[in-house]
């Protein structure tokens, strides 16, 4: 149980086009799923919280129209990188929290290799 | 906000021995402490959690303490094996009950020796 996916896995894309990546959880409902972003060989940080229903609470530092969250079920949570450029390249990494659990819990995806050329 | 310090920053560990990684935190309201385990290329795993109101932890090889007083946590693998090697990470919740955000440290690189 508790497995989140994510969508793609790896993308290549030009500097100023937009990027979308789909995060699922798929045996449990998520009213909340988190958007982190890893650069090689450092921690992870967070983005933004997205809750089902209401827009996404972004981190201080985090622009929230250059990264936007939609969550429009309790299973599916979008991250649209826009007019991407190479610095945004990264790895995209989603999580949700398992509702049937306590105060806490997060499943995370299996990441997403941005790439902006 | 709060700060989460991991020591040491690498751990090499003779295949069959103990390794041992240790966290700091600074929020006192912190009250879920999780490891997640990280390998090249993919999504961190859970591997063991302890709440505040519990002292320590344990599911086969793997536990975990907690000293609220001091604010620090450590992760315990025993009896290590190579595919224990990986990037280990601790995390605190930010705020307090019912808050779900995760402050990380900077993971641990541990490597297990055959």
């Known amino acids: 149980g508790a497995v989140v996916s994510q969508h793609p896995s790896w993308v290549i894309c030009k500097s100023g086009t937009s990027v979308k990546i789909e995060c699922r959880s798929l045996d449990f409902q998520a009213t909340t799923m988190f958007w982190y972003r890893q650069f090689p060989k450092q921690s992870l940080m967070l983005m933004a919280t997205s809750n089902e229903g209401s827009k996404a609470t972004y981190e201080q530092g985090v622009e929230k129209d250059k990264f936007l969250i939609n969550h429009a079920s309790l299973t599916l949570s979008t991250l649209t990188v826009t007019s991407a450029h190479p610095e945004d390249s990264s790895f995209y990494i989603c999580?949700?929290?398992?509702?049937?659990?306590?105060?806490?819990?997060?499943?995370f995806g299996p990441g997403t290799r941005l790439t902006v050329t | 906000g709060e700060n989460v310090e991991q020591h040491p920053s690498t751990l090499s560990v003779q295949e069959g021995d103990s390794a041992v990684i240790k966290c700091t935190y600074s929020?006192?309201?912190?009250?879920?402490f999780p490891w997640y385990k990280q390998e090249l290329g993919k999504g961190p795993q859970l591997i063991i959690d302890i709440r505040s109101n519990v002292g320590e932890k344990k599911d086969q090889r793997i536990a975990v303490t907690l000293n609220k007083t001091a604010k620090h946590f450590s992760l315990h693998i025993t009896e290590t094996q190579p595919e224990d090697s990986a990037v280990y990470f601790c995390?605190?919740?930010?705020?307090?009950?019912?808050?779900?955000?995760?402050?990380f440290g900077k993971g641990n690189q541990v490597v297990v020796i055959p």
């Open positions: 995390a605190a919740s930010i705020g307090g009950y019912g808050n779900n955000r995760l402050a």
């Open positions: 929020d006192s309201a912190s009250n879920y």
């Open positions: 999580s949700a929290r398992d509702l049937g659990q306590g105060a806490g819990e997060q499943y």
